[in-house]
């Protein structure tokens, strides 16, 4: 049998570190045993998924070097490899088994399905299907679909009993049937859910071994119950420890850079990067700290994956980073850095901005400093202000920081508009409203123009700079509660 990994990100964000982690224990693992690994894209979230962050991930994983034997790029024996151009396949799929009686058509109204949850949860049971529709005769349902009515096609789960299933790096696992849904297939609009589409894919792309976050562990029964459905075999299961930020908790933007774009444009070396993510839940077995994906593919074994929440820690990769820096010779060194930022691609950003306040060179440098290095760290003091009090500070850096979240493409007149929507609805002047951004993004009160700063650090940076003068402002988890409502109000 060949061995065949494959990740499956949907494309619906920056490209996030989780994936190029996964990416790099699956690459390792597949090649490991002589095996191929896939990228599949899973945009069945046809709402939130873009094209722009599909092209991102996969920039990102190229960046990292980490490269992929099939994939929708390059397609492959088992084209297409993104999951909207599968839509008909699913469906066929579907109809199978709801011949078969494994599935069946369900015309609960979203209104009905609220208060059967809300009454569920009173009663302090799991939300989750009532099976009212399990039981509709035959005529009824072909009558009512006849008819155009709008449904969608639920998966049975057997009532009793309990699933078990075997994970690779934990060992037996049992969730009992009571706790899992009966899950939608396929939506009200045709498409399929991701639990129907994963199972079909990994199957017909012959993928042999799951390599996954745990985060999935719960959809296992789901998964299992419909390649049984199906007669098929189910993929060995390896479910991975999630990466966590050093207090524990999952890996969040709000506690550490999480797109892999940030690194890049930060000017994180690639191979420290991925010499990072494989020291996540992994040792070298002769306790080496640094090494390259091919050492580390060259041993890897995934029995020797460690369960105790990996932790992402900013300063350790930063201390990577340093060592693979100073270890380039001095042209790799300049080759390097020119391919980050000291370029002229990066200058000629930089020039319709500097170039009218500019008597000699020298000047340009001050200028610069926080566009092309890091800003000063900042305190709640940096943020004073005649016209703003801290509230309405604490309100400014919140509400853009949301809006840029969800800013694309990353363009000027996007960032100008937003924030001018912003300052009407505070009733405050521009130039009042923008001062918070200044400091947030220049750590001054005044500096080169504000938007072209934003667009030349780019959305990353830029964000994460607005999250870290929230940071120093001070906004509590009370006040962020009372922002967050009030700016889903203004934005709804
Ligand atoms: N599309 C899922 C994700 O974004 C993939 C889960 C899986 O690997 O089965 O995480």
């Not at 015309?107 to 009454?119: I, K, Q, S």
């Not at 498409?191 to 994963?198: I, K, N, R, S």
């Not at 200028?367 to 305190?379: A, E, S």
């Not at 700079?465 to 988890?477: D, F, H, I, T």
């Amino acid at each position: 049998m060949t061995v065949r990994t494959r990740i499956a990100p949907s494309p619906t964000g920056d490209p996030h570190v989780g994936t190029a982690y996964m990416a790099l224990f699956n690459w390792a693992f597949a090649k490991s045993q002589g095996g191929e690994f896939i990228v599949r894209i899973e945009d069945t979230d046809v709402a939130r998924s873009t094209p722009e962050s599909e092209r991102m991930i996969l920039e990102a994983l190229k960046w990292i070097g980490i490269p992929w034997d099939e994939g929708p790029d390059i397609g492959g024996p088992h084209a297409p490899y993104r999951q909207s151009e599968r839509k008909d396949l699913y469906r066929q799929h579907a109809e199978q088994l709801v011949d078969a009686g494994h599935a069946f058509a369900c015309f609960c109204t979203p209104g009905r399905l609220d208060e059967v949850r809300a009454e569920q949860r009173a009663a302090g049971d799991n939300p989750g299907y009532d099976g009212r529709c399990l039981a509709l005769p035959a005529d009824e349902v072909a009558d009512r679909i006849g008819k155009g009515e709008a449904h969608v096609i639920r998966m049975r789960i057997p009532e009793e009993g309990t699933c078990r299933f075997h994970d690779e790096l934990r060992g037996a696992i049992e969730i009992p049937y009571s706790q899992v849904d009966m899950q939608v297939l396929i939506k009200a609009d045709g498409f399929a859910t991701y639990h129907l589409a994963v199972v079909i894919d990994d199957h017909l792309m012959g993928i042999s071994h799951i390599l996954r976050g745990e985060e999935w562990i719960n959809s296992v029964p789901k998964h299992q119950l419909l390649f049984g459905y199906f007669g098929w075999d189910m993929p060995v299961m390896i479910h991975l420890p999630l990466l966590r930020n050093p207090d524990q908790s999952k890996l969040s933007k709000r506690k550490n850079p999480t797109s892999i774009n940030f690194y890049r444009d930060a000017g994180y070396l690639p191979e420290a990067l991925v010499n990072y993510l494989g020291m996540m839940g992994w040792s070298m077995p002769d306790e080496r700290e640094m090494f390259d994906k091919e050492e580390f593919m060259a041993v890897f074994d995934v029995h020797r994956i460690s369960l105790g929440g990996p932790v992402f820690d900013l300063e350790k990769l930063n201390w990577l980073n340093g060592q693979y820096v100073r270890k380039l010779d001095a042209d790799d060194f300049m080759d390097r850095l020119a391919q980050w930022s000291v370029n002229r691609d990066r200058l000629s950003e930089l020039v319709p901005m500097i170039q009218e306040r500019t008597e000699h060179f020298a000047d340009i440098i001050p200028q610069v400093d926080y566009l092309l290095g890091d800003r000063r760290t900042l305190t709640a003091a940096d943020f004073e202000h005649k016209k703003l009090d801290a509230e309405a500070v604490g309100e400014i850096l919140y509400y853009v920081s949301q809006d840029l979240d969800g800013l694309r493409p990353w363009e000027r007149d996007g960032l100008y508009a937003l924030c001018q929507e912003q300052a009407d609805h505070m009733g405050l002047k521009m130039r009042d409203f923008l001062f918070p951004l200044f400091v947030a993004i220049s750590g001054r009160a005044i500096s080169l123009p504000l938007f072209d700063s934003m667009m030349f650090l780019g959305s990353d940076i830029t964000r994460l700079r607005l999250r870290e003068a929230l940071n120093a402002v001070g906004v509590s988890k009370k006040q962020t509660k009372r922002l967050d409502k009030r700016y889903r109000a203004f934005r709804r």
